[in-house]
């Protein structure tokens, strides 16, 4: 099928444009994923103080609600060890991975 | 509904506090009253849809998702060529020759009893005479003792050196849409339902087959999911897996397996690891078991996965009107290991390793016959064809003949750094192991050996013409190894990400790469370069738009089969070499996307 390469182009513009308003925005995953393990994970495992919490505990939208809940105490909790920024990436880490996320395609 | 309730209890058991304390006011009472009997009915309401919810949840047992990709690409092909040739025996040919030269045409005496020389002793109207006159450079080459043992006899009447036409091709746009559905269920605690229905059509097509030009074109079972077959919704995937078998650290998985999209190339598709075993080996839609075992807590190392794989690639038997008992095939079997050797979510590190033994010339599959071929393999039905010229007949293919073993190994690694940047490295290696026997198109990286042979044409019962006829042995049995290297490297961006990548694929690199969805065809299973530079806008976490393109540079023709020998694209453009198929020397495909995760 020929048609004018003026069509890809126009939808090259299309795709910049629409997306110059838009922006994928929030914390780092990775970094959460990395001070979730150091910090969050001394209480929140099977029979520790906080009850087990892993991402698949709760949907994204039930992490945001958490985290928006729960941010402050856990602060107070670990007393300076996070700052705000961190409490974001931890947030974006777990929302990241929640149960209602993408996940890896693998068996077993 | 706990705060509910707990606040209904609290009412009940202050009640009569509030009872006694106000015994004289008889309005407080009816209020207090009437709000029980509120909240009691709002708690039944309530219990009512909980109950409602309840049943759904348990009856609603597939978590469906997925994602709807819409394509343009742009596709340029420069220095396409199409030479399809025979190899024939030349040394059978001298001995046969020079066994019964008066048969075939050649006095070696000449007419005065010298030794003749050079294609002097032709003799006018012979066999040998005719072939010399339509190939006179073969024939020159061949009485003057300068061939190889092999040659190659064009099917389109080119003689030696002669070069084929070749032409540019540009498909300004075609348009694609992909869609998948994927499925996931709890069967039990320890048991899970994985499946995905798969979609991938060109706009305007929905017949599901394609004329047959390139293996890229063949409707087959392992590259049904990464291939433009209509608008049928396709079981790419369907799986279980039963985990932690008697409280072990095992599982067992059995079904159509996950065998795509596999790392590392997730990272161009945007999305998180999509399938089990390396991308760069396997990427093809494969019935199979696997069982694993979860060595993190046994070695320590974070990730560690074994697993030990088994499949199936082609049924010899069943379907293949097997009652008339005329099948020489055998079933084809894959094996091999998978390992993922460590994996925290930032570095990972994998082995994978496996055979594929009796693998057959071609899977079963379906096409579109070309007239070309039709022409040349069918000259009888295309006196007839010739008439409907926009009409292909549509042909079930099925292997003739076992033509030997693939052996596959390689080593990838992928990192993630805090940043956002993410790159990689794969090495991949395999080893095409024929047994000596060849099919229509070829054995295991050979061709069909051809035997010249007398032929009557004209049926006046004497020899006048020489012809190839095909003996099914292939025309060289040698084990081949080929390797491939692929690297590349994600960094965040404006809006989103740029990625470059790269990768190489040896004269007999052969993966099982077909399924990947590149138009033009698997870049990872080239037999040569391919570069490839993509921008991903992420418009939001559930949409993206990738503009990018592909650059192939062919170096060998066969990417992506076993089957036929590997042939030089500048001999063939040349006319040093041929090509059952044809060949295309350089291609660029430039596409943009927009892709919908749902």
């Known amino acids: ?108 | 509904m706990r705060t509910l309730f707990t606040l209904l209890l609290t009412v009940l058991l202050l009640l009569p506090v509030t009872a006694v304390a106000a015994t004289d006011e008889a309005g407080t009472i009816d209020e207090l009253r009437k709000q029980v009997k509120d909240l009691s009915a709002e708690l039944e309401d309530i219990s009512d849809r909980v109950d409602k919810n309840e049943r759904h949840t348990a009856l609603d047992r597939i978590n469906w998702y997925g994602d709807f990709r819409v394509k343009a690409d742009t596709l340029h092909y420069s220095d396409t060529a199409w030479n399809p040739g025979v190899a024939v025996d030349l040394n059978q040919f001298a001995t046969d020759v020079f066994s019964d030269p008066p048969t075939w045409g050649f006095d070696p005496l000449g007419i005065d009893g010298i030794p003749m020389t050079g294609d002097e002793g032709i003799i006018p109207g012979s066999p040998l005479a005719n072939f010399a006159a339509q190939f006179p450079n073969h024939a020159n080459a061949f009485f003057s003792g300068n061939v190889p043992a092999i040659g190659y006899l064009s099917m389109l009447g080119l003689d030696l050196g002669d070069r084929p036409e070749k032409s540019d091709l540009d498909n300004d746009v075609l348009y694609t849409t992909r869609m998948r559905l994927g499925m996931k269920a709890n069967v039990w605690k320890n048991v899970n339902f994985s499946g995905r229905l798969s979609m991938y059509k060109n706009w305007g097509d929905s017949t599901g087959i394609k004329v047959f030009d390139s293996w890229n074109s063949f409707t087959m079972d392992g590259t049904n999911g990464g291939n433009t077959t209509g608008d049928w919704l396709r079981v790419e995937r369907a799986y279980f897996d039963w985990k932690n078998i008697g409280g072990s650290n095992f599982y067992l998985s059995i079904g159509r397996r996950p065998s795509t999209y596999g790392p590392p190339s997730q990272f161009r598709e945007n999305e998180m690891r999509g399938g089990t075993p390396s991308g760069h080996l396997v990427h093809f839609n494969f019935d199979g078991i696997t069982v694993g075992y979860h060595l993190a807590e046994l070695t320590g190392i974070e990730g560690m996965t074994a697993r030990i794989c088994y499949g199936q690639g082609f049924e010899s038997e069943w379907g293949n009107g097997e009652r008339f008992n005329n099948i020489t095939t055998e079933d084809t079997h894959l094996g091999g290991l998978n390992l993922d050797i460590y994996n925290d979510g930032m570095t990972f590190v994998q082995l994978t390793a496996f055979a594929a033994l009796d693998v057959v010339d071609g899977f079963k599959g379906t096409f579109a016959f070309p007239a070309e071929l039709v022409e040349l393999f069918a000259p009888t039905i295309n006196q007839d064809a010739a008439n409907f010229p926009n009409m292909n007949f549509m042909v079930r293919y099925q292997p003739s003949t076992v033509v030997g073993d693939m052996y596959l190994g390689g080593l990838g690694f992928t990192r993630e750094e805090m940043n956002g940047v993410k790159y990689f490295g794969s090495f991949g290696w395999t080893r095409l192991d024929p047994n000596g026997k060849a099919g229509l198109f070829g054995g295991m990286a050979s061709d069909n050996l051809y035997q010249a042979v007398l032929m009557d044409t004209d049926g006046d019962g004497t020899a006048d013409s020489i012809v190839p006829v095909p003996t099914n042995k292939a025309a060289d049995d040698s084990t081949q190894d080929g390797y491939g290297v692929y690297v590349g490297v994600q960094v965040p961006a404006p809006m989103g990400k740029f990625g470059l990548e790269y990768n190489y694929g040896s004269e007999f690199w052969t993966p099982f790469t077909q399924a990947q969805d590149d138009v033009i065809g698997s870049k990872l299973a080239t037999r040569g370069h391919v570069g490839e530079a993509y921008y991903i806008f992420d418009i939001n976490p559930k949409m993206f738009i990738k503009v990018g393109g592909i650059y192939y540079d062919y170096k060998y023709t066969g990417s992506g089969s076993p089957v036929g020998k590997p042939q030089k694209i500048d001999d063939v453009l040349d006319g040093k070499a041929f090509s059952m198929l044809p060949v295309v020397d350089t291609a660029w495909d430039g596409y943009a996307s927009l892709t919908v995760k749902f």
């Open chain 1, 1 to 108: 099928m020929k048609k004018s390469t003026r069509i890809l182009a126009v939808l090259f513009l299309a795709a910049l444009f629409t997306t110059s308003a838009l922006a994928a925005e929030g914390g780092n995953s990775r970094k959460g994923k990395y001070l979730y393990k150091k910090n969050c994970k001394t209480c929140h495992v099977a029979g520790a103080e906080g009850g087990e919490l892993t991402p698949l505990s709760k949907t994204q939208a039930q992490w945001d609600r958490f985290f928006k809940k729960n941010a402050a105490d856990c602060l107070e909790h670990v007393k300076g060890k996070l700052t705000g920024q961190d409490m974001t990436d931890i947030n974006q880490f777990l929302f990241d991975h929640a149960a209602d996320s993408d996940q890896p395609e693998t068996c077993g």
